[in-house]
């Protein structure tokens, strides 16, 4: 083809550009409007579904916080109990003592009463010795020599 072809050709077709620029350009247009719906879309489902991760989280958090909140209860209650084992321990041990103590009470009164009775026995060993040396000197029967080595 010739250039006197081409312009002829060019002449017959330009007045149809403008209308297919447009058209080219509407199509353009509503296919850039088509992706930003789908890019908004995809973004919107993107934080729809962000948030309901974040929401999920949150409630898996809120779980493990209560767990913790109730490992620590079970804590507390466990020493609590273990000291109130300790109160009764103490407790036993200060009956022990006590116990103790009251043996060893019984155990000096046991001592003394063995006192007194050796005490009684002295006594009455004495009292049979003063009986005897008396009825040796004569007792009753006279006076008590003062000056006699029995």
Same mark, same amino acid.
């Given at each position: 083809m010739s250039h006197e072809a081409n312009r002829s050709f060019l002449s017959e077709h330009i007045e149809m550009w403008p209308p297919l620029k447009l058209k080219l350009h509407e199509m353009m247009v509503a296919q850039m409007k088509a992706l930003e719906e789908n890019i908004l879309a995809s973004l919107t489902a993107a934080a729809i579904e962000k @948030? /309901? $991760?974040i929401e999920i989280e949150k409630e898996i958090e809120k &779980?493990? =916080? *209560? #767990?913790i909140e109730i490992?620590?209860?079970?804590e507390i209650e466990i020493e609590i109990e273990i000291e109130k084992e300790i109160e009764k321990e103490?407790?036993?041990e200060k009956e022990k003592e006590k116990e103790k103590e009251? @043996? /060893? $009470?019984k155990e000096k009164e046991k001592e003394?009463?063995? &006192?007194? =009775? *050796? #005490?009684i026995e002295k006594e009455k060993d004495?009292?049979?010795c003063t009986y005897?040396?008396?009825d040796e000197i004569g007792g009753g029967q006279g006076e008590l020599d003062v000056h006699s080595p029995l």
């Open positions: @948030e /309901k $991760e &779980e493990i =916080e *209560i #767990e490992e620590i209860e079970i103490k407790e036993k009251k @043996e /060893k $009470e003394k009463e063995k &006192e007194k =009775e *050796i #005490e004495l009292m049979y005897v040396l008396w």
